[in-house]
């Protein structure tokens, strides 16, 4: 399903959702998703929370696959550690640039008020703020924990289950997570846009997940991203 607009046909799509949800692994795939359709995109990194994976060191890879990429490069932050995770000037100003946006936002409750810090987040008709669930994931664990968590985020406009146990991940796992967090976001009043799972699983679920919502086959680019 795509999350489109009555206004417009442009995509701007936020990915937030706790500490080891996938958030960055769907925002990369997602944009790659859209520009293998033909789109333009710009992909934002700003997780600027104490990331311990950045888009740094994929960034030249992702613009080879015709990716705008706003993000630090590894050379621009040498040596400064954490301080290395300010947010890009240019990044401020992302939502005025043409074509689809994707935005890597930095995990849990103070990933979300990164948003306050992005020009024009509020008033964009277009943005739409996706949390992603890892049902696996100890605070997101259950209907209620994930009622809870979601509450604490402010504005939030759609779930995707990107429920995994790493390596271990089988259709069962996922499919679980699907109905956990199709019951959350029944509860919250809020659609479901996508299922995710890695090429070699998605393939076995099929094309939707058990509760009809649509598989996304994702590959993994992040463990190859510690900055």
Same mark, same amino acid.
């Given at each position: 399903?795509?999350?489109?607009?009555?206004?417009?046909?442009?995509?701007?799509?936020?990915?937030?959702?706790?500490?080891?949800?996938?958030?960055?692994?769907?925002?990369?795939?997602?944009?790659?998703?859209?520009?293998?359709?033909?789109?333009?995109?710009?992909?934002?990194?700003?997780?600027?929370?104490?990331?311990?994976?950045?888009?740094?060191?994929?960034?030249?890879?992702?613009?080879?696959?015709?990716?705008?990429?706003?993000?630090?490069?590894?050379?621009?932050?040498?040596?400064?550690?954490?301080?290395?995770?300010?947010? +890009?000037?240019?990044?401020?100003?992302?939502?005025?640039?043409?074509?689809?946006?994707?935005?890597?936002?930095?995990?849990?409750?103070?990933?979300?008020? /990164?948003?306050?810090?992005?020009?024009?987040?509020?008033?964009?008709?277009?943005?739409?703020?996706?949390?992603?669930?890892?049902?696996?994931?100890?605070?997101?664990?259950?209907?209620?924990?994930?009622?809870?968590?979601?509450?604490?985020?402010?504005?939030?406009?759609?779930?995707?289950?990107?429920?995994?146990?790493?390596?271990? /991940? /089988?259709?069962?796992?996922?499919?679980?997570?699907?109905?956990?967090?199709? +019951?959350?976001?029944?509860?919250?009043?809020?659609?479901?846009?996508?299922? /995710?799972?890695?090429?070699?699983?998605?393939?076995?679920?099929?094309?939707?997940?058990?509760?009809?919502?649509?598989?996304?086959?994702?590959?993994?680019?992040?463990?190859?991203?510690?900055?």
């Amino acid at each position: 399903m795509e999350v489109r607009h009555n206004i417009s046909s442009r995509i701007v799509e936020a990915y937030i959702g706790e500490y080891a949800s996938g958030k960055s692994e769907i925002a990369v795939n997602r944009a790659i998703m859209l520009a293998r359709g033909g789109h333009r995109v710009s992909l934002v990194d700003l997780d600027i929370v104490e990331p311990c994976y950045t888009l740094r060191p994929i960034k030249k890879q992702l613009m080879g696959m015709g990716i705008d990429v706003l993000a630090w490069e590894t050379r621009e932050t040498l040596g400064l550690g954490e301080v290395g995770n300010i947010m +890009r000037p240019a990044n401020r100003w992302a939502l005025k640039r043409p074509g689809d946006i994707i935005l890597d936002i930095g995990y849990g409750v103070e990933g979300s008020r /990164t948003l306050n810090l992005l020009e024009g987040a509020g008033t964009d008709p277009d943005l739409k703020i996706m949390v992603v669930v890892n049902v696996s994931r100890p605070m997101t664990s259950s209907v209620d924990d994930i009622v809870e968590y979601i509450g604490q985020l402010g504005r939030v406009d759609a779930l995707v289950n990107n429920t995994h146990l790493g390596d271990e /991940t /089988t259709p069962e796992v996922i499919q679980e997570g699907a109905k956990t967090v199709a +019951r959350a976001a029944a509860a919250l009043g809020l659609p479901v846009v996508a299922t /995710t799972a890695v090429e070699e699983v998605a393939e076995k679920i099929g094309p939707k997940d058990c509760m009809g919502n649509q598989v996304w086959a994702i590959r993994r680019y992040m463990p190859h991203t510690l900055w």
